[in-house]
């Protein structure tokens, strides 16, 4: 059974920084991609970041480029959200997520099939 167990959010003030873990497991997860999206109170749930488990490539929200930093641990099957530059706007429930099979339109939250519960990140003004 998939297992992702999000950790690190909280509250910080406009300009502050965050950092979000993912921890997954249950299964070998190959160079498939590993996502994060969040949903803000009455918003969809949109795509913030994502990586595959091989290889080098990031992949961003415009809103969030420059700001936010996805990263992986493969020997501990973590994956990381470094979220520095913190605005109010990025308030949020962020959720880790994994695909199954590999596919490369990563923004697409359709391409997931596992996710975490999900983790509150508040940002006041």
């Known amino acids: 059974q998939v297992q992702l167990v999000e950790s690190g959010g909280g509250l910080v003030q406009a300009g502050g920084s965050l950092r979000l873990s993912c921890a997954a497991s249950?299964?070998?997860?190959?160079?498939?991609?590993m996502g994060w999206f969040r949903q803000a109170p009455g918003k969809e749930r949109e795509f913030v970041a994502a990586?595959?488990?091989?290889?080098?490539?990031?992949y961003y929200a415009d809103s969030v480029k420059g700001r936010f930093t996805i990263s992986r641990d493969n020997a501990k099957t973590t994956v990381y959200l470094q979220m520095n530059g913190l605005k109010p706007e990025d308030t949020a429930v962020y959720y880790c997520?994994?695909?199954?099979?590999?596919?490369?339109?990563?923004?697409?939250?359709?391409?997931?099939?596992?996710w975490g519960q999900g983790t509150q990140v508040t940002v006041s003004s």
């Open positions: 249950g299964r070998t997860f190959g160079n498939t991609a």
């Open positions: 990586i595959f488990w091989g290889g080098d490539s990031t």
């Open positions: 997520a994994a695909q199954r099979v590999r596919d490369l339109l990563v923004q697409a939250s359709f391409n997931y099939d596992y």
